[in-house]
């Protein structure tokens, strides 16, 4: 028998629901939605939307690829062979990855500034191996239509290694927009990059360009002259770091300000797919991401 209390609690039911879509929290939030209430309503806001299978996906996935020389050390082998299983890796997590509705860039801080600190044989080995890479990825990359974009200071990389990322990222230049389901695909290499001189380098460009009151300038602004914002890539939702290690090591410093931190204690050549997803993108899901706001 219907009552009136069953009537208005229907009723009432109703009208928080069509509040709740109303007010963009719906279908069209990003978090992953956990309490009973929340799941409740969305069914009286009508079916979930494409957009909201992806809501609980990261668009940018940053990643400090860390302990290949480490790895190679424990297991009593030449460092060199740990940074080649290191590249291995990071292709097939790529691949993987960038395969996913929802993901739109993936980010690899593979060498830093600081990096050049280093013995000049091993140097040498990384550069190698970089642009053995590069020739072998750059038809996958046309392919499946994922443009390739190199951050950092490349005037400082070999001749050899400038020409083929400039040729590469010259052909793949135009998928913007063209990836699966027509959402970009972006893949960024940050390659004798760092923070600090992304940052100071910004400052450059914006004293060197002069335009408008400076005093006026916004963070979105501002951010429009930094390695990623400059190429139109979004900050970075999730930062990925292997090997145990818990610092940010000079890599993105003003844009993962928001990010989701991981810190995994495999090294990169160790670390697998099943891995990535059951310590990282599962428990991304989980985060309620609030940006200083009250829950």
Request: glycine share 8%.
């Amino acid at each position: 028998m219907t009552t009136p209390a069953s009537i208005m609690l229907v009723l009432t039911l109703f009208l928080i629901s069509g509040l709740y879509c109303v007010e963009g929290f719906g279908p069209t939030e990003r978090a992953s939605p956990h309490s009973a209430l929340r799941r409740g309503l969305r069914y009286y806001c009508g079916p979930v939307s494409t957009s909201d299978s992806n809501a609980a996906i990261p668009r940018h996935i940053a990643f400090i690829v860390d302990g290949n020389g480490r790895w190679a050390t424990e297991k009593g082998l030449p460092r060199s062979q740990g940074h080649s299983e290191g590249a291995s890796t990071t292709v097939e997590i790529a691949k993987h990855l960038l395969k996913m509705d929802g993901i739109e860039a993936l980010t690899f801080y593979l060498f830093s500034s600081e990096n050049w600190s280093r013995p000049v044989e091993e140097i040498d080995n990384i550069m190698r191996l970089l642009e053995r890479y590069l020739m072998e990825v750059s038809a996958y990359l046309m392919e499946n239509k994922i443009k390739l974009v190199v951050i950092g200071e490349l005037e400082r990389l070999p001749v050899t290694s400038q020409a083929l990322i400039q040729t590469i990222e010259a052909s793949t230049a135009v998928f913007d927009g063209q990836g699966a389901g027509g959402t970009a695909k972006t893949l960024v290499l940050a390659l004798s990059y760092g923070g600090r001189w992304d940052v100071l380098n910004a400052v450059k460009s914006l004293a060197k360009n002069k335009k408008g009151d400076l005093t006026k300038l916004t963070e979105e602004d501002f951010g429009k002259h930094l390695s990623l914002g400059s190429r139109g890539i979004p900050d970075p939702d999730v930062l990925v770091r292997t090997s145990g290690e818990k610092r940010l090591s000079n890599f993105l410093l003003w844009q993962i300000s928001y990010a989701e931190i991981f810190f995994l204690e495999s090294k990169w050549p160790d670390l697998t797919v099943a891995a990535l997803k059951e310590h990282v993108l599962d428990r991304y899901e989980e985060r309620s991401r609030r940006y200083g706001a009250a829950t």
